[in-house]
């Protein structure tokens, strides 16, 4: 039996520098290794030439590929997902839809017709947490849960038996991650731990300049350290000098910087929701606070540097965590599901299947 070839659909960016990589982005060459055709589309960082790339891939690279795997996030990207869905039926390919982002259950309650109108079209709706698959279950539709993928191997664990006051956020600059709170939380531990430091690590997309206005404020520019986004390598660098990660966001899904932090051994602290409390558990593989609560995360940071036993038991728990997201746990999950397409797939000599078995086989010829 052939496996389905696979045209992953949405933000591909991973490939342009300074962008993270899409979760299929990772995925794609692990399931290459073991047979599968990866295609992707787009590449192109600018919203609406992406749209329109992804229409055209769709079309003429149609006989190229069996199934589409359609990344789904919430704003104006549903106009993405929308019509690359529309087309995508119009040819008669099966469509697994993945859903990412911790604002889409408010989205889908803002929206639910639009929101079931588009999953309607969906063979198979895929979401990385179960926070995720409980919303969309209000609107009518079951989920397959299948983790967010890290290369696990490319995290060299650290166990952090005692920890020291050097804290790491890692995030995109998007005001609803609200990397202020982190600068905050710096001031405050500072009457304790004159020593601490902190440091911003992202891209930018909005906040940075009012995050840097802040720290100059509070007269913080020696202790905070800004070095941009990070790729692999300088990650496994700039995490091995710290000792603490905070996540400070407002809103959130499966955030896979969390599944970086576990992975690398840095007890995590974090504000308690959407998807996180699906992800950790507070007191045994992470700290949860309540969003925006200064005092709340800054002495949740005491507790850790104060309590070594703490420390070890969230760093350790922490790399069991990402372990869960690793290739030999997620890939063979993906391939389940796309077994279920296999049957429908074209051969690999050209031809289709039955048009008594798919009617829709000669439309998409």
Not at 208 to 222: K, T
Not at 239 to 266: K, R
Request: with cysteine; net charge neutral; glycine share 6%.
């Amino acid at each position: 039996m052939n496996s389905p070839r696979i045209l992953f659909v949405g933000p591909m960016l991973g490939t342009n520098p300074g962008w993270v990589p899409n979760p299929m982005e990772i995925l794609a060459p692990y399931l290459e290794a073991r047979g599968y055709t990866c295609l992707f589309s787009s590449r192109i960082v600018n919203r609406y030439a992406r749209f329109a790339d992804i229409l055209q891939t769709l079309y003429t690279q149609r006989h190229q590929y069996d199934v589409v795997c359609l990344q789904v996030y919430s704003g104006p990207s549903f106009v993405v997902e929308d019509g690359t869905s529309v087309l995508a039926k119009a040819l008669c390919k099966p469509v697994v839809m993945v859903l990412h982002g911790g604002a889409m259950p408010g989205y889908m309650k803002k929206y639910p017709r639009w929101s079931r109108a588009i999953f309607r079209r969906a063979d198979a709706i895929v979401t990385p947490s179960m926070y995720l698959a409980e919303a969309i279950s209000d609107l009518g539709f079951q989920a397959i849960v299948i983790p967010n993928i890290i290369s696990i191997e490319e995290y060299p664990f650290t166990q952090r038996n005692s920890v020291r006051p050097k804290l790491l956020w890692m995030r995109t600059f998007y005001e609803y991650y609200n990397p202020q709170m982190a600068v905050r939380v710096l001031e405050d531990l500072l009457h304790d731990f004159p020593e601490a430091e902190l440091t911003l690590a992202g891209q930018e997309k909005g906040t940075e300049g009012e995050v840097r206005r802040l720290v100059a404020e509070l007269g913080l520019g020696e202790r905070v350290h800004f070095p941009g986004f990070l790729d692999a390598e300088k990650k496994r660098g700039v995490f091995s000098q710290h000792d603490i990660f905070l996540n400070t966001t407002f809103i959130d899904n499966m955030p896979v910087c969390l599944l970086e932090a576990g992975a690398f051994g840095l007890p995590i602290v974090s504000t308690n929701v959407g998807g996180v409390p699906y992800m950790v558990k507070h007191e045994q593989s992470a700290l949860l606070v309540e969003p925006g609560d200064v005092k709340a995360m800054a002495h949740a940071v005491r507790r850790l540097i104060r309590d070594p036993q703490l420390a070890s038991t969230l760093s350790s728990n922490g790399r069991i965590m990402a372990e869960q997201s690793s290739p030999e746990r997620v890939v063979p999950l993906w391939e389940e599901l796309m077994r279920k397409f296999a049957s429908s797939s074209v051969d690999r000599s050209g031809r289709k299947p039955s048009t008594e078995k798919n009617p829709c086989a000669a439309s998409a010829a």
